[in-house]
């Protein structure tokens, strides 16, 4: 890296070595992508690792330890299986570096466990992803893209847009074409239910299922305890203080509520927690740098959904609630790094203005500080 002039005669090297063994936790939601993406950056910066799939997704974590384990060295790269108990033993071993995918709630206890023997932490969390439709928004294309990135995975991923916030003007249109899309996407109910992944287990199929209660449904709200099934769901105007807009929702459920003025998605957004993810729609570039100055989010999608998260070029990450620290690409290389920085200086001469007494010399400091 250049030397400052006052560092004449010296040469600046930053280091990036390994940090040495690093833990990498994933969720049930994605977990194989959760898992290896992070683990490309540990072993691209020449960490060992520990991994610890999902314990949800059995079948999937059964297949990962085989591959690991037929792949890797024991010693370089290792699986543990296990429930929550197995979690808390892996968060409390000495590791250099924890990296979390999960919950903002299971976030906090990870990092307060980690503080108890100083363990650096990147922890991707995730949060209620706002979208924003204002009225130039091109309503047919914001429709297909929001249901798209709603729908994918049964609405379980952590980028996911989480409500919608609609300028009243467009509002009835926006509704009367996301119904026709889930339609023209998936087919009638009973088409839907072989088609759309279903809901992960019971638990949260009971926390699921539980927001359609006295809900202002516009269409679907079809539901199997049977299979875990939920149907693709409009809600209308839920109240703010509900469960389902306090709770990040991870299922087919999307909230519809309008707004007058574009001042007011942006007070709400800017009032709670940082969001993963912003989506705006709009044609009126002075309503999309508004949004953007005044909201603060992990990352930010115009005219899109969840389509920055494959850039590799992008880092990806969340800020507050949402998470800390950042990988893809070049930033899963530097999370995985300590950058050590190094000068190297010359034996050739030694400028005696570094020394006391300074007496005068201070003059001379100073220009050489400027």
């Known amino acids: 890296v250049p030397t400052p002039l006052f560092l004449f005669g010296s040469k600046s090297v930053l280091i990036k070595e390994p940090l040495g063994v690093v ?26 690792s520990i991994l ?30 296990g429930g929550r108990d197995v979690n808390d033993k892996l968060f409390r071993s000495k590791v ?25 932490v990147t922890l991707e969390l995730g949060g209620k992803s706002p979208c924003i439709v204002d009225e130039t928004a091109d309503i047919k294309l914001a ?8 729908l994918l995975n049964g609405g379980q991923t952590c980028v996911a847009p989480d409500y919608v916030l609609v300028s009243s003007k467009v ?18 109910d009973d088409d839907i239910k072989d088609k759309l992944p279903h809901i992960i287990n019971d638990k949260h199929f009971a926390r699921v299922s539980g927001y359609l209660k006295d809900a202002n449904i516009y269409c679907g709200g079809v539901t199997d305890q049977a299979v875990r099934y939920v149907s693709p769901t409009i809600i209308v105007d839920p109240p703010l203080s509900s469960p389902v807009m306090n709770e990040e929702i991870f299922a087919p459920i ?24 912003l989506y705006i729609f709009s044609s009126c570039r002075k309503n999309i740098d508004k949004i953007i100055r005044r909201c603060t989010s992990g990352g930010i999608c115009v005219n899109d959904t969840i389509v920055h998260t494959s850039n590799p070029n992008l880092s990806f990450g969340g800020v507050g609630n949402s998470g800390m620290g950042r990988y893809h690409g070049q930033a899963s290389f530097d999370t995985f790094s300590h950058h050590r920085g190094m000068v190297i200086t010359t034996k050739i001469f030694d400028l005696p203005v570094r020394y006391p007494p300074y007496g005068n010399k201070i003059n001379i400091v100073k220009k050489i500080m400027k």
């Open 143 to 150: 429709a297909k893209r929001i249901i798209w990135g709603k």
């Open 96 to 120: 250099d570096h924890i990296f979390f995918t999960g919950s903002p709630e299971l976030g906090k206890k990870v990092m307060q466990i980690a503080a108890e023997n100083l363990i650096p």
């Open 254 to 277: 999307l909230p519809v509520i309008g707004f007058d003025n574009i001042s007011g998605p942006i007070e709400l957004i800017s009032s709670r927690p940082h969001p993963l993810a």
């Open 23 to 48: 833990l990498i936790t994933a969720p049930w939601n994605y977990p194989i992508n959760l898992l290896f993406t992070p683990l490309v950056g540990a072993i691209s910066a020449g960490n060992c």
């Open 171 to 188: 509002k009835m249109e926006l509704l009367s074409e996301m119904k026709n899309i889930i339609t023209k996407f998936y087919g009638s």
């Open 52 to 81: 610890k799939p999902a314990d949800y997704t059995a079948s999937t974590r059964d297949v990962i330890s085989r591959l690991i384990s037929e792949t890797f060295d024991d010693n370089y790269i290792t699986v543990f299986t």
